[in-house]
C-alpha cells in the first residue's frame, strides 16, 4: 500500500477522527476522542491489514492520551492511533484486545502507571506493580504523591 492509496482508505475513518497529521512520508498520526478509538483501531487492524506494534500513554498537561501505533510492514509506514482522554479525575478507554489479544499486556500496564480504566478488558489485573501496590496511585502521572520535584523516588 503506498502513501496515496494509505490516505485514500484513511478517509473512510475522517468523521471518528479530530485530524490527520502527517509529518513524513511514512509517520502519520490519527487524533481522535477516546470514545473513537476502538473503531479506529479495528479500522487499522481489520481493514487495513496494519500490525499492531505497541501502545503507550501519557499525562499530558490538559488530558491523558493512549497512543496505539500501528505499522505497515511492506511501505514501511507507522500510523499511530492518539487518543484524548478529556476526563481527568475517571479517565477510561475502551480496550481493544477483543479484536487485538496482542494489546492485553500493555493495556495492563498503562492501568497500573497511569490509572486509566481499560473498559471490557478480559483480565485487569495488576501486571507490573506489586499486588499490595496502594489503591489510587499512579506513578507516572504528575501529580503522582511519588514524585518529588518532577522526579519519581
Not at 481493514?47 to 503507550?56: H, P, Q
Not at 498537561?61 to 487518543?83: I, P, R, W
Amino acid at each position: 500500500m503506498d502513501n496515496q492509496e494509505l490516505n485514500n482508505r484513511l478517509q473512510q475513518i475522517k468523521d471518528k477522527l479530530i485530524d490527520i497529521e502527517q509529518t513524513t512520508d511514512k509517520r502519520i498520526y490519527l487524533l481522535c476522542e477516546s470514545q473513537n478509538s476502538y473503531e479506529v483501531c479495528r479500522f487499522l487492524f481489520e481493514d487495513l491489514g496494519l500490525r499492531f506494534a505497541i501502545a503507550t500513554g501519557i499525562d499530558s498537561d490538559d488530558c491523558f492520551e493512549v497512543l496505539y501505533h500501528f505499522s505497515n510492514d511492506q511501505s514501511g509506514h507507522v500510523v499511530t492511533v492518539k487518543a484524548f482522554i478529556r476526563d481527568r479525575e475517571n479517565p477510561s478507554i475502551e480496550s481493544i484486545s477483543p479484536f487485538l489479544p496482542g494489546a492485553e499486556w500493555i493495556e495492563r500496564e498503562i492501568h497500573d502507571i497511569l490509572g486509566i480504566e481499560i473498559k471490557n478488558h478480559p483480565n485487569m489485573r495488576r501486571l507490573i506493580l506489586h499486588d499490595d501496590w496502594p489503591e489510587g496511585v499512579y506513578p507516572m502521572r504528575k501529580k503522582s504523591p511519588l514524585r518529588n520535584e518532577g522526579t519519581v523516588i
